[in-house]
């Protein structure tokens, strides 16, 4: 069993539409009721967690939203578990979290699993909070929990709502390239795919109830991140070299902005033999290929509801 989120897509599972052990159930994560049946229909042996409010400026318009799905889903969940499972060691709940709940560095140092949670936007509160929620449903019910916490994702069916697929689509487009304050804060990047590689080690192989730190040990500014995606695409799209570049438009700084996030993913790598497989220069190329090739999916997710969103947004900035 696997939970996804608003920014799911059912055309995102056409791969494996046909597949003989794939069921999608349309339900609410907040409805214990919801989950429950689930559970019980489906007799359901493993969870790998992922549904979340994930989107920090959505977190800071409106906090409530991320209080029922991340908290309230989670421990709706974790409650379903345990409520089902009479044998724990047979079974796993794996809960995929971030690594904002450690707050923001400054120049230097990494988030390891020893950091001390210090999350700072009400998204990674409430992250934070469900973390803390699986940790003790491993330490009061005994509930075979593993957690890990990765950084910033990017790749293909990435919801055009994050730096980079933003960033992508309005190049192409033509339209302003948004960059929050001056562009000097800094994220640590993760192909969404070796994302999915590391929970799957994770899953199998990790320990119960320890947190594993997931990174692409790839930190970049997001001006430079963004200056690069525009030279890229320049070319691939045939226009003249730092013609994107124009669109570039500073604009007011996300309240609260966390400076810098940097993972060490060690224990991932000695424990469990993980490592990152493509350089992010070859990550992001495919990436803009995919959305370039891709152009219909953008479509028909930014239309409607989230344009009117997005719109609102950046006129407020
Ligand atoms: P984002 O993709 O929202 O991820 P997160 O907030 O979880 O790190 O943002 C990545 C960085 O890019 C972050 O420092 C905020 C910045 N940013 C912009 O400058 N402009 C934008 O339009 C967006 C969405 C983000």
Same mark, same amino acid.
């Given at each position: 069993?696997?939970?996804?989120?608003?920014?799911?897509?059912?055309?995102?599972?056409?791969?494996?539409?046909?597949?003989?052990?794939?069921?999608?159930?349309?339900?609410?994560?907040?409805?214990?009721?919801?989950?429950?049946?689930?559970?019980?229909?489906?007799?359901?042996?493993?969870?790998? /967690?992922?549904?979340? *409010?994930?989107?920090?400026?959505?977190? +800071?318009?409106?906090?409530? %939203?991320?209080v029922m799905t991340? @908290?309230?889903?989670?421990?709706?969940?974790?409650?379903?578990?345990?409520?089902?499972?009479?044998?724990?060691?047979?079974?796993?709940?794996?809960?995929?979290?971030?690594?904002?709940?450690?707050?923001?560095?400054?120049?230097?140092?990494?988030?390891?699993?020893?950091?001390?949670?210090?999350?700072?936007?009400?998204?990674?509160?409430?992250?934070?909070?469900?973390?803390?929620?699986?940790?003790?449903?491993?330490?009061?019910?005994?509930?075979?929990?593993?957690?890990?916490?990765?950084?910033?994702?990017?790749?293909? /069916?990435?919801?055009? *709502?994050?730096?980079?697929?933003?960033? +992508?689509?309005?190049?192409? %487009?033509?339209?302003?390239?948004? @960059?929050?304050?001056?562009?000097?804060?800094?994220?640590?990047?993760?192909?969404?795919?070796?994302?999915?590689?590391?929970?799957?080690?994770?899953?199998?192989?990790?320990?119960?109830?320890?947190?594993?730190?997931?990174?692409?040990?790839?930190?970049?500014?997001?001006i430079d991140l963004?200056?690069?995606?525009?030279?890229?695409?320049?070319?691939k799209l045939g226009?003249?070299?730092?013609?994107?570049?124009?669109?570039?438009?500073?604009?007011?700084?996300?309240?609260?902005?966390?400076?810098?996030?940097?993972?060490?993913?060690?224990?991932?790598?000695?424990?469990?033999?993980?490592?990152?497989?493509?350089?992010? %220069?070859?990550?992001?190329?495919?990436?803009?290929?995919?959305?370039?090739?891709?152009?219909?999916?953008?479509?028909?997710?930014?239309?409607?509801?989230?344009?009117?969103?997005?719109?609102?947004?950046?006129?407020?900035?």
């Amino acid at each position: 069993m696997s939970f996804g989120c608003f920014a799911g897509n059912l055309e995102n599972l056409t791969d494996v539409q046909d597949a003989a052990n794939y069921t999608f159930v349309k339900g609410d994560i907040v409805s214990a009721s919801d989950v429950q049946k689930v559970f019980t229909e489906f007799k359901i042996t493993d969870v790998i /967690h992922l549904a979340a *409010e994930s989107h920090v400026d959505r977190s +800071i318009e409106g906090p409530m %939203e991320f209080v029922m799905t991340n @908290v309230v889903g989670t421990v709706n969940l974790l409650q379903a578990a345990r409520e089902t499972w009479k044998n724990n060691e047979s079974h796993v709940f794996h809960h995929v979290s971030t690594d904002e709940v450690y707050g923001s560095l400054s120049d230097e140092g990494l988030f390891t699993e020893q950091t001390s949670y210090d999350p700072r936007s009400p998204y990674s509160a409430s992250k934070a909070s469900s973390d803390h929620f699986v940790r003790a449903y491993f330490h009061t019910y005994g509930l075979p929990v593993k957690l890990s916490n990765c950084s910033n994702n990017y790749g293909s /069916h990435h919801f055009p *709502e994050k730096l980079i697929p933003l960033m +992508i689509n309005n190049i192409r %487009e033509k339209k302003p390239l948004p @960059v929050y304050g001056k562009g000097d804060n800094i994220r640590d990047w993760l192909w969404v795919e070796d994302h999915a590689k590391a929970i799957d080690v994770i899953f199998h192989n990790g320990e119960f109830g320890e947190s594993y730190n997931i990174g692409g040990l790839n930190e970049w500014k997001n001006i430079d991140l963004v200056l690069f995606l525009c030279r890229l695409m320049d070319k691939k799209l045939g226009r003249n070299e730092g013609e994107s570049e124009q669109l570039i438009t500073y604009v007011t700084d996300r309240k609260g902005h966390d400076m810098r996030y940097a993972i060490d993913a060690t224990k991932l790598a000695r424990e469990l033999g993980w490592k990152p497989s493509i350089t992010f %220069e070859v990550g992001l190329e495919n990436t803009v290929d995919w959305y370039l090739a891709n152009s219909e999916w953008v479509e028909q997710i930014t239309s409607g509801a989230y344009r009117a969103y997005y719109e609102n947004m950046y006129q407020n900035r």
